[in-house]
């Protein structure tokens, strides 16, 4: 079994490990797997499972150009807010 991740290129990728995070192409934001606000919008329907990207690693979700979330990831978040 492979995984679709996003690479810091900004392409997808198969990998056999899972992502680490998953993150929202639309909004360009990223967050933990059991992110409340995430579930909850994935719960509501089609739309957002339409953008929803998974990536290996922090680093690789930055380098592509989303930020922190600001629900489940608040410091780094802040801390990306002051930058």
């Not at 192409?25 to 994935?42: N, P, Q």
């Not at 329907?45 to 930055?62: C, L, N, S």
């Amino acid at each position: 079994m492979t995984f679709r991740l996003l690479g810091a290129n900004g392409k997808f990728y198969e990998s056999a490990t899972k992502g680490t995070l998953g993150g929202n192409s639309r909004a360009k934001v990223f967050g933990t797997l059991s992110c409340t606000g995430a579930l909850r919008a994935l719960a509501k329907g089609d739309t957002y499972k339409k953008h929803r990207v998974f990536f290996a690693d922090e680093a690789t979700a930055r380098a592509a150009g989303y930020r922190p979330c600001g629900n489940c990831l608040r410091e780094k978040y802040r801390e990306w807010k002051l930058t």
